[in-house]
């Protein structure tokens, strides 16, 4: 699926901000609760011309905080 995903520090917020501009997301907020994204945030809405759009908020912003989620999950699943 083609889209343009947007990083936000909250993205309840501006969720809340958009709705409240009549904008209509297709589902709640999904957060992953597993592997080397977990705990990242994302939900999807439509521009008025159809254009898909979807608010990410990430729980790591630092590169060796993101290697070191992806390792923990991997390790996991060795073995």
């Not at 904008?23 to 609760?33: G, L, S």
């Not at 008025?48 to 759009?53: A, M, N, R, S, T």
Request: charged share 30%; aromatic share 12%.
């Amino acid at each position: 699926m083609a889209h343009l995903a947007i990083l936000f520090d909250n993205l309840d917020a501006k969720r809340a901000e958009l709705e409240a501009k009549a904008v209509t997301f297709f589902a709640e907020a999904v957060t992953n609760d597993g592997g080397s994204l977990a705990g990242w945030r994302w939900a999807y809405f439509s521009d008025p011309d159809g254009i898909v759009l979807e608010l990410v908020e990430e729980v790591f912003r630092r590169d060796q905080d993101r290697r070191a989620g992806a390792a923990a999950y991997w390790a996991t699943r060795k073995g």
